[in-house]
DNA sequence: CTGGGGATGGGGCCC
DNA sequence: TGGGCCCCATCCCCA
């Protein structure tokens, strides 16, 4: 099992992540995510989410709707406020010239069609404007299912891990932290359990008494490089991490910490 | 109590 | 997109 310390424990607030800045957006994720993991790491399907077995993405939102339009985008782009309209960008500027990306040019204009046929205004110039892609649509509804379906899902989606509450920006992030839970990686000789592969070899590493790490200055060797960047801080006269009242330093920010926290800093 | 070593986790970068 | 690697951070334990 991993060790409490699997969540991340902040001495100074400022280092903690900003998860705020983290949408409220949430991906379910795909039975196929797990594929690459051995059999007996498997999560089993209940672990998933409801939606899990689809095998389309799907996504969910708990955003505002008129939510702060990012710096540097026009206000009149987007999401028109009170459903106010944006004048019809140039002509070089329409979506009928847009198609980048992997986007289908008759998937999107059978989109704008759609919006057309349903829309009795859409005979009008196209006056909403997406603000992620610059793509104009005649009617509201139009743009809306069109950041729906793909630029606000594409600029804004988030990738929630069903074990823990933890959310990553891109699907590679979160399948990385999903294997801190599946643990995917086994010592043979222990069986001890590990999310990457190079944690596992380094835990090899103490079965075979390997230390390929060695400091320049003594005869000590170090299984792990850290340990011996924080090793090689000992010989150094000015330690690396000071104490901003009595300019104590301290080879390691923990012993740093633990020197505030004793009390050297409280009375200024 | 302090300093240091050992072990491990996570994010980021590169290929 | 995934794996390997680096760096930093952190916890545990011991002298």
Known sequence: MPRSFLVKKHFNASKKPNYSELDTHTVIISPYLYE????????????LSS???????VWTTTAPFHSPLPN???PLSGYPSSLGRVSPPPPSDTSSKDHSGSESPISDEEERLQSKLSDPHAIEAEKFQCNLCSKTYSTFSG???????HCDAQSRKSFSCKYCDKE???LGALKMHIRTHTLPCVCKICGKAFSRPWLLQGHIRTHTGEKPFSCPHCNRAFADRSN???HLQT???VKKYQCKNCSKTFSRMSLLHKHEESGCCVAH
């Open 228 to 230: 011996l960047r924080a």
């Open 235 to 237: 010989h150094s006269d």
């Open 51 to 57: 939606g899990a077995y689809s095998p389309i993405t």
């Open 72 to 74: 540097g985008l026009s």
């Open 36 to 47: 690459s993991y051995p059999m007996p790491v498997i999560p089993q399907p209940e672990i």
């Open 143 to 149: 743009l809306a299912k069109h950041k729906q379906l």
């Open 168 to 170: 990553y920006v891109s």
